[in-house]
């Protein structure tokens, strides 16, 4: 079975630019989420969707990030502009439904370095 | 609300002795609980997860973890280290109360030394 499938895995870009990643989640995976992970620390939940429509996004930084799942599929992670403090680690993740118990797949994720 | 914090940031051992990572827990709700392992480089890998059944719960690679409602705690173990453990390992709460999110703590290096 493939897993989550994440792209670019690597990014270098200067401040004030743009950037966007995309993720394929698991086949028949209703659940996407994003997470986004800072050097040293645990990742953080940016924006959770059930489907095309989005659960939780009350961790985005929304006047400079942006996500879709237009077709309830895959994903796209926007940021404009880029600030140095958005270097990090861009996870995707999927999980069959939203129950609790269910196990939630991560992808290889996306390294974003903004300089 | 739900919160996770790991005890110990680094924990080095040597190959062939029992790791110990200790991690506990705070859920408004009866928790579903998971460990994580993140190789470098690499992405995150569940190792196992707890979900109201056996408190005892067994793992891939020889790992295991015990979840204990008295202590709010869910210690991961394995007997005999080996090289290969060597990552980084984070545990997971995610509250069992209509949906909810994952917290991660934030992280345990483990080191393992020939």
């Known amino acids: 079975e493939a897993g989550v499938a994440q792209s670019p895995r690597y990014k270098i870009i200067e401040k004030r630019q743009s950037v966007a990643f995309w993720c394929n989640p698991i086949?028949?995976?209703?659940?996407l989420y994003w997470y986004q992970q800072i050097l040293g620390q645990g990742p953080k939940l940016l924006i959770q969707?059930?489907?095309?429509?989005?659960?939780?996004d009350s961790q985005l930084p929304k006047d400079r990030f942006s996500a879709e799942r237009l077709k309830g599929v895959d994903s796209t992670l926007k940021i404009q502009p880029a600030k140095l403090e958005d270097s990090a680690v861009y996870l995707c993740?999927?999980?069959?439904?939203?129950?609790?118990?269910?196990?939630?797949?991560f992808g290889e994720g996306s390294w974003l370095t903004v300089v | 609300a739900q919160s996770v914090t790991q005890l110990d940031s680094h924990v080095s051992v040597s190959e062939g002795t029992p790791v110990l990572l200790r991690c506990n827990y705070s859920?408004?709700?009866?928790?579903?609980l998971f460990w994580y392992v993140q190789h470098p480089n690499k992405g995150l890998q569940l190792l196992l997860k707890?979900?109201?059944?056996?408190?005892l719960v067994k793992g891939i690679n020889g790992f295991e973890a015990e979840f204990k409602k008295s202590e709010t705690s869910f210690h991961l173990t394995k007997p005999s280290a080996h090289m290969s453990d060597a990552a980084e390992y984070f545990c997971?709460?995610?509250?069992?109360?209509?949906?909810?999110?994952?917290?991660f703590g934030k992280g345990t290096m483990l080191l393992v030394s020939p």
């Open positions: 993740a999927s999980s069959l439904d939203l129950a609790s118990g269910n196990t939630i797949y």
């Open positions: 086949s028949g995976h209703a659940t």
């Open positions: 969707f059930q489907n095309n429509g989005v659960v939780d």
């Open positions: 859920s408004s709700y009866s928790p579903s």
């Open positions: 707890y979900t109201s059944a056996a408190t």
């Open positions: 997971v709460v995610r509250e069992n109360s209509g949906y909810s999110t994952l917290t």
